[in-house]
């Protein structure tokens, strides 16, 4: 556990780590993953038709993870997938 774990709410100290909505954490994680690549998609970008389908393979397990997770009940049982090189 971190100190990044914890936060004041209602004036009293939580575990963020476990007191979080597992679902919710994954989509908002996911959507900013997804954001900060949707350049690799573009018909204007410099990655080889090899490197965008890697990336696609990418984006698709980033948007199936909300399905993957939905019964998780900590951030313990999350992997994010890993981006290309």
Known sequence: MSF?????QDGTTINTAENV????YVRERRNE????CDWTQGADSP???AKKEEWAIYRQALRDM??????????????FPT???
């Open 4 to 8: 990044f774990d914890y936060k004041l």
């Open 21 to 24: 909505d597992v679902v919710k």
């Open 66 to 79: 909300p399905v993957n997770y939905n019964s998780s009940s900590t951030l313990d049982d999350i992997t």
């Open 47 to 49: 990655l080889s038709t």
């Open 83 to 85: 981006p290309p090189d």
């Open 33 to 36: 993953l997804l954001i900060a």
